[in-house]
């Protein structure tokens, strides 16, 4: 008994190191098309995948992975723009990379883990609308919040005319890529996770 238990915790710890090195090459692979600030996110098939495969707290795992990489990327110099949010706020850029990484992983496990009782298919769609659109919230809040007078700056706006003569139309190209990534898990999520539960991993996981 001992001996069985451990062996599928040590397959799904094997498991979540694929995902998590899955995370890493996505998002890595995703600063490369630089078509808006915000990247278009691969990156968020397997964190849709790994919480609902192997619960809320690889979720949140692969999410803080995603958002580390995606910090990484500005320290680096690969993602220009998270370096320059990096160069007016650090603290507050790496708190927005992680907290949307993080939370999006854990809304998407969650609401999957609520709702596969009732209808698996079902479960994993919601889940692919939770993480995308949670990921884009937060990371518009942060912008909203963290960095209003940089963007009011650097973007020539009138702070005083309010959000919709101004942030929309740059909130709007962030608006393109979640559009973007929502179709993406829509079309590949549900898929993949019923070829996987169609396979010998769903036993082990």
């Excluded at 040590?10 to 498991?15: D, I, T």
């Excluded at 990371?139 to 020539?156: E, N």
């Excluded at 962030?174 to 036993?203: D, G, M, Q």
């Amino acid at each position: 008994m001992s001996t069985s238990f451990s062996r599928k915790s040590l397959q799904r710890l094997v498991a979540g190191g694929l995902l998590t090195a899955l995370v890493i090459i996505l998002q890595l692979i995703g600063c490369i098309p630089q078509i808006s600030a915000n990247k278009l996110s691969f990156v968020l098939i397997p964190i849709v995948l790994g919480g609902a495969v192997l619960g809320v707290r690889y979720g949140m795992w692969l999410g803080f992975v995603f958002g580390a990489v995606v910090f990484f990327g500005g320290l680096s110099g690969l993602d220009p723009f998270t370096a320059l949010l990096i160069n007016i706020n650090p603290f507050g850029t790496l708190a927005v990379c992680l907290g949307k990484g993080i939370l999006a992983g854990a809304a998407a496990a969650g609401l999957f883990r609520l709702l596969q009782k009732h209808n698996k298919p079902a479960a994993v769609l919601a889940a692919s609308v939770a993480a995308p659109l949670v990921n884009t919230g937060l990371y518009c809040l942060g912008m909203l919040t963290l960095f209003r007078p940089t963007l009011v700056q650097d973007f020539h706006l009138d702070e005083n005319a309010g959000f919709l003569a101004g942030f929309w139309f740059i909130f709007s190209l962030v608006l393109v890529n979640f559009a973007v990534e929502l179709a993406i898990n829509l079309a590949l999520c549900l898929p993949i996770y019923t070829a996987v539960s169609r396979s010998r991993l769903s036993r082990i996981l």
